[in-house]
């Protein structure tokens, strides 16, 4: 069983915190005369819990007898852990540990293009000796990250090459929720990929603000002899919560979706959903740009209803009636 | 001796079991573990100490941390002793090059925002418990990062490793929600989704299910049979086949006008010049319906030509949309 996910000081179990302390001891007995800060960042903790857990393992021990007991010393910044021959060695890895590195290791083997897969290889085969039968069960779970192939490889290299020489990159992009094509030059802050597409992200000079780019709508990358630093200002965004980042000025939409149209708010990052009673949902959500919207509604054929903004709603009839004009003409 | 609160005292005399359980040569009677750990001295009584130092077991055993149990000889010869073996417990003397080190990071930091980001950081750390740091960022600049926001992820991943029957509601497309019992032989993911593959027992078939139409609780089945994952079960494979319809043999032909219809053309088999304002554009596609969608999607600006499914799937959508949303207007 996998304890659940808590920051380490927040309720963690007591058996939580001997699992952590049971990694901390060889890694501070191995770095004697760390500072508080490096350990406490190393360790992913915070200095309050690092010296409660110093606490805590200075009187511990396989007997009672000083000689017995792990030594700290931890008077001023520096740490010293000492006689903890006992726990020299980590605890070998947990089946959930194992597996995120296998898993990661093997998705990252599958990136097309990548030129360093040797050490990918190296690693999986010296984790799969360590570990024994987890390897096979680590099998059960596997990840595609690209899911674009081949057909975006050289954009990849390209794109890392860009990065690493800090090279400015003129883009030829496509926009699909307005359908157009758009040019622009871009410094390179990252290569993110996310739900199993590649992206760039960076300073776009056309829009005057971070951007991230689909790699596999990206229709030409050339990378540019100027110097792509991007400016200082420039942020990486948060993608905890996907590409899609509504603003809060962005306009607010409500939707009204039959039991068939459900996987809507499923897939786009709504606000809120409130159910109907009849299979049937009411969803709003935030976006600065409603021409996707337009798209989707059309796309839902009656199975959903702009609710509101009206202007919208009336958008949407008139694309729909100006589309129909074609077939009309030909029957 | 500290007098540390309930949380504390507990770890700490779990810490100082492991240690005498680790250090010993030969197996422990428990009534000597009860001399050996201090905190034991607080137990009440023999039956409180017997029960915390079962649990005590138990929850080592949880953790990972391979107990065992062993004949005494001599004088104890009729109590069980109990030891951990080093070459058991401890993680194997692996020597990382900077380089394996630097994926092995990268690795781990793809589940920086999934609910194994506290597993993967703790595999990292163990791997540098010996006191490497130096690592080499061979792969500079590239950021995969795995999701896992289905609320079902972590109870499916247990059954998936235990191999355990489990049993769910689960929601199809149209919304019709039923329960499924299944044995589960994997999970992928992709574009960006979990899946989890197995043996539907109502179905008495393979299926694969979306981890975000799961609803409610995954409940285990203790109790089930055992059963076997079919050798060479590759989930993501299964995945691939649910997922994509085999292409129609006769690409789809549509009008598009000039300058829009980017994502069509970019796809299209062949593109021809009407007039100045119209190109004819065939495209290979798998799933009338879904094609559909897209097409619509471009309004008046993509006309569906062939096959006449696709024309009456467009039509149907764009007559819908209008009656939904004012046709009187």
Known sequence: MTPPRQRPGTGETATARLARLLTLVPWLSNRPGISVEDAATGLGISEDQLRADLDLIFVCGYGQMPDEMIEVDAEGDRIVVRNAETIARPLRLGIDEAITLMVGLRALGKVPGLTDTDAIDRALARLEEATGAIGAVAGRVSVSIDDDGDDTAGLLADARRALAGHRRVHLRYLVPSRDETTERDVDPMRVVNLDAHWYLEGWCHRAQDTRLFRLDRIEELTVLDVDGTPPATARVRDLDLGTFQPGPTDQLVVLRVDRGARWVSDYYPVESVTELGDGGQEISLRTGDTEWLRRLALRLGGLGTVVSPASLAQEVAYAARAALTAYDLES | ?329
């Open chain 2, 1 to 329: 001796m500290s007098a540390a609160p309930g949380p504390t005292a507990k770890t700490e005399r779990l810490l100082n079991l492991v240690l005498c359980l680790l250090y010993t040569r030969r197996p422990l009677p428990k009534s000597r573990l009860r001399d050996m750990v201090p905190q034991y001295a607080s137990a009440a009584s023999d039956e409180a100490f017997d029960r915390m130092f079962e649990r005590d077991k138990d929850e080592l055993r949880e953790l990972g941390i391979p107990l065992v149990t062993e004949e005494l000889s001599g004088i104890w010869d009729d109590e069980p002793g109990y030891r951990i073996h080093e070459r058991d417990y401890a993680l194997p003397d692996l020597t990382f090059e900077p380089d394996e080190l630097a994926v092995l990071g990268l690795a781990a930091r793809t589940w920086a925002q999934a609910s194994l980001a506290g597993p993967a950081a703790e595999a990292i750390r163990k791997l540098k418990a010996a006191g490497i740091e130096r690592d080499e960022d061979s792969l500079v600049g590239i950021e995969p990062r795995l999701r896992t926001t289905e609320p079902s992820f972590d109870a499916i991943r247990r059954a998936v490793i235990a191999q355990q029957t489990v049993t769910f509601d689960y929601r199809r497309p149209d919304g019709e929600v039923a329960s499924r019992r299944v044995q589960p032989w994997g999970m992928a993911s992709w574009h960006g989704r979990w899946y989890l593959t197995g043996h539907d027992e109502g179905r008495g078939a393979e299926r694969v299910f979306r981890l975000s139409r799961i609803v409610g609780e995954v409940v285990p089945d203790p109790k089930a049979p055992a059963y076997a994952v079919p050798p060479g079960h590759d989930a993501t494979a299964s995945v691939r086949r649910s997922t994509s319809g085999r292409p129609q043999p006769e690409p789809a032909v549509l009008r598009v006008r000039a300058g829009q219809g980017h994502t069509l053309r970019r796809r299209a088999q062949s593109v021809e010049e009407v007039d100045e304002y119209w190109s004819r554009v065939s495209v290979e596609y798998g799933d009338v319906e879904s094609l559909a969608d897209e097409v619509v999607g471009h309004g008046a600006d993509v006309v569906a030509e062939r096959p006449v499914e696709l024309v009456l799937a467009v039509v149907r959508r764009l007559d819908g949309a209008l009656t939904a949303h004012g046709a009187t207007s």
